[in-house]
């Protein structure tokens, strides 16, 4: 069935530096993809998307890439913040539902 | 703009009872759905509702069960509570079903089975 697979955490870094959070799919069909961020007691919120090959989201320094052909969606930041603490779920959606990966918590240190 | 809005926060229940949670979603957002977040088992999907008609379903049992009314509120229902029910659940509403609009999330319902 359709999966997607992230990196375990925690994955700890000092402020600056860069991030990236591996995120790989499985998929019958060409799903759209994103990355969503929940931060501590609170829902999701959506992050950046990718809706077809080659497509780059993007939002807040945050960026991914959709490859087609490694079926890949890496979550790329080049300075992390203390503020982006969270945890970082990969997700895909061919129909009226998200599938989502385990989750990366990511902890930024000062 | 306001955002999704899940009632109640928080909830404590007691085995073999039944619960109601409730969502509002963004004005306009006639696509609705629920997710189960458990430390065991992540993200699962519970259900779609797009106006007032379930059209998908995740693989849970027939104890939990939701609808959604003609202003696009909705509620999921669980009957017969058991300790494993324990869970963040979360409501997300879309304007567009399809599967590249993404959705909005609200911040939740915990429920405490005890």
């Known amino acids: 069935g359709d999966s997607v697979t992230q990196m375990e955490g925690p994955v700890t870094l000092s402020e600056e530096a860069f991030l990236t959070i591996n995120c790989t799919y499985t998929a019958t069909g060409y799903p759209s993809l994103f990355w969503y961020v929940q931060y501590p007691g609170e829902g999701l919120q959506l992050l950046l998307k990718a809706t077809k090959a080659d497509d780059k989201g993007s939002n807040k320094g945050f960026e991914a890439t959709y490859r087609k052909e490694t079926t890949s969606f890496h979550l790329e930041k080049g300075s992390v913040q203390v503020s982006d603490s969270a945890v970082y779920f990969c997700?895909?959606?061919?129909?009226?539902?998200?599938?989502f990966g385990t989750g990366t918590r990511l902890q930024v240190f000062p | 703009k306001a955002g999704v809005t899940q009632t109640p926060r928080y909830l404590i229940k007691t085995r073999g009872q039944q619960v109601t949670l409730s969502c509002s979603p963004i004005?306009?957002?006639?696509?609705v759905s629920w997710y189960q977040q458990t430390p065991g088992q992540g993200l699962q999907f519970l259900f779609e509702?797009?106006?007032?008609?379930?059209?998908n379903k995740g693989n849970f049992p027939g104890r939990f069960s939701g609808r959604q009314f003609s202003n696009s509120r909705s509620e999921m229902n669980v009957s017969t509570l058991e300790l494993g029910d324990s869970a963040l659940y979360l409501c997300?509403?879309?304007?567009?079903?399809?599967?590249?609009?993404?959705?909005?999330f609200g911040s939740g319902t915990r429920l405490t089975v005890v």
């Open positions: 509702y797009f106006s007032e008609t379930q059209r």
């Open positions: 004005s306009g957002h006639r696509s």
């Open positions: 997700a895909l959606s061919l129909t009226d539902k998200l599938i």
């Open positions: 997300a509403s879309s304007s567009d079903p399809s599967p590249g609009y993404g959705y909005t």
